[in-house]
């Protein structure tokens, strides 16, 4: 099972991005995905999960921001960006659990995407 992410790319301070993760087939439907994301020089961190009954949780510096979603088939997850910010710059990654809720370690996840670049210009 590969997990692709796409919807990346340079955006203006403020403005707003959908990324988007597909699954190679329709097997996480009853599992938690998230989102993930790595600034150079740092440590990839959290930024936002959904379970398989659509509750969501995110990290402090996105709440109000950033909304994950997934569609009902459960291939395709979903994370819309506003109010970009500089500090939003990153390789973001899709990541997929085999338990139906999971929390917000890296460990929790056994999936990942390949990651696609977000960069907020100022």
């Known amino acids: 099972v590969q997990l692709q992410a796409c919807g990346g790319g340079l955006v203006q301070a403020g403005g707003s991005l959908r990324l988007s993760c597909a699954a190679s087939?329709?097997?996480?439907?009853?599992?938690?995905m998230a989102w993930f994301r790595q600034a150079p020089g740092k440590e990839r961190e959290f930024v936002a999960s959904?379970?398989?009954?659509?509750?969501?949780y995110y990290t402090d510096s996105v709440k109000g921001r950033f909304s994950i979603s997934r569609d009902i088939r459960g291939n395709m997850l979903y994370l819309q960006m506003d109010s970009l910010a500089l500090e939003d710059t990153a390789v973001y990654y899709c990541?997929?659990?085999?338990?139906?809720?999971?929390?917000?370690?890296?460990?929790?996840?056994?999936?990942w995407g390949q990651g696609t670049q977000v960069t907020v210009s100022s």
């Open positions: 990541a997929a659990a085999r338990k139906s809720y999971s929390g917000s370690r890296l460990s929790d996840y056994q999936y």
């Open positions: 087939k329709p097997v996480f439907s009853n599992n938690a």
């Open positions: 959904i379970s398989w009954k659509s509750d969501t």
